[in-house]
């Protein structure tokens, strides 16, 4: 099956720094989906992104898809940002409907 | 919109067991799904639907069985419950683009399974 890694799996900064995280995988995709899982569990869909660039607020990504990797950006990094990032992906020509995570990265920001 | 509700949010099981774990959206939504995350696993997916009256297996099925009689809602459940089931269990739902893509996924807040 397909492979979806994402790096660092780890990443501690300071209250204003900024960050990318990175979402590798290894066949075509449809789509790309990158998701917030805040302190409390909850999961919020930050980006529906199968190619290009998208920007929302301070955080923007970008998938090149004929690469097969995809970037999130995260600008003057507060401590509400804390939380764990995944990438997901929908494997062109799998069976509508499954969805692939990576393992994400946990992001602390410290004040 | 309530969204994706999901019920109990927390349980404690013995081994052995059963139980059933309810998801409900209000989206009409035609694909809905369970994962489970376990600690530095993300997240895996159990069983899926993409649609009323039918089910698929998902990359970690065994164990469990689900139900999807009425569009709105996926029912989760476990027949005999052992401690390898403990972990957090989410629903989530999708629809289908005018590219038979997906859509954003949209989760519920999860429910936390001990199974002693």
């Known amino acids: 099956g397909i492979q979806v890694e994402q790096s660092p799996p780890d990443l501690i900064l300071q209250e204003g720094a900024n960050s990318t995280l990175r979402c590798n995988f290894s066949?075509?995709?449809?789509?790309l989906q990158w998701f917030h899982q805040n302190p409390w569990g909850q999961l919020i869909n930050l980006f529906y992104?199968?190619?290009g660039t998208k920007q929302n607020g301070r955080l923007s990504a970008t998938t090149v898809a004929t690469e097969r990797y995809s970037l999130l950006y995260i600008s003057s990094s507060q401590t509400t940002d804390s939380g764990v990032y995944f990438c997901?992906?929908?494997?062109?020509?799998?069976?509508?409907?499954?969805?692939?995570f990576g393992r994400g990265t946990q992001l602390t920001v410290w004040p | 919109n309530a969204g994706v509700t999901q019920t109990p949010k927390f349980r404690v099981l013995k081994t052995g067991q059963s139980m059933t774990l309810l998801c409900a959206q209000d989206m009409n939504h035609e694909y809905m799904y369970w994962y489970r995350q376990d600690p530095g696993m993300g997240l895996r997916l159990i069983h899926y639907?993409?649609?009323?009256?039918?089910?698929a297996k998902g990359e970690v099925p065994d164990g469990y069985n689900v139900s999807r009689l009425k569009k709105q809602n996926f029912l989760l459940g476990l027949e005999s419950a052992a401690p390898s089931q403990t972990s957090v269990y989410f629903c989530?739902?999708?629809?289908?683009?005018?590219?038979?893509?997906?859509?954003?996924?949209?989760f519920g807040n999860g429910t936390r399974l001990t199974v002693t």
């Open positions: 992104i199968p190619s």
């Open positions: 997901a992906v929908d494997v062109r020509g799998s069976t509508l409907g499954r969805l692939y």
């Open positions: 989530a739902s999708s629809y289908v683009d005018s590219f038979s893509y997906n859509s954003p996924l949209h």
């Open positions: 639907s993409v649609g009323e009256g039918t089910t």
């Open positions: 066949d075509s995709v449809n789509n």
